[in-house]
């Protein structure tokens, strides 16, 4: 175990890894044969961008493939050695990376934070929109602050998105991280956007961070059920 822990912490294991996951992503979503909700969803969006495009952590893998040629898209990865493999794959799919991470009670505090944090707002305000999970690390499906901040300050709207297909792996673990599978059907959802005023104060910034929370699981269960049938077993 040490012994492969090793080789994956090595620069070009992480290459490795994350070439082989590009082109796997772009496998599946060659493969898949894919309905979106609404049918204009691309069309609402481009006419929106630069745009925030939140998903659930571990239900965000085939985003990079949903990008179209024309769509200039950042997405922030973790610092952690795994984001390092995350970075690479999104560069093979044409996507720019910002490192960070951040926290439930004050958005992005620490240093790291706080400088992506300010490199996604200077990505809006130069015309790059920003994907990115909602969640709070390491606690899933509850909606972080950060994301609603970030709406604030570059008054961008969200987009909460989520994509299925009715081919994939369900890990167990606190994301119940998805892995797509190739030749199957698909389903990409955008719930209604979500926009936050420059000057909410914190009781309206919780009550976006509630809908945004509502709206991602609304559209996740629809993209489950598009995909599984009326009771998509979601994930």
Known sequence: MRLWQHIARQRWAKAAIGISAAEYLRLVGATTRFTL???DIYERGE???PIILAFWHGQ?????????????VNMLVSRHHDGEINA???ARLGVGTIRGSGSHGGGFVHKAGVA???AMVDSLAEGHS?????DVPKVARVAGLGIIKLAQASGRPIYPSAIATNRRLV???WDRTTINLPFGRGAGVAAEPLSVPNDADDAALEDARRLLEDRLNAATRRAYELVDGASGGGA
């Open 37 to 39: 909700e609404p049918e």
């Open 47 to 49: 006419a929106d961008m």
């Open 60 to 72: 965000h893998l085939l985003a990079p493939v949903a990008r179209k040629g024309q769509h200039r």
């Open 88 to 90: 690479i794959a999104a």
């Open 116 to 118: 992506a944090f300010q």
């Open 130 to 134: 920003i994907a990115l999970s909602a």
């Open 171 to 173: 890990l167990d673990n």
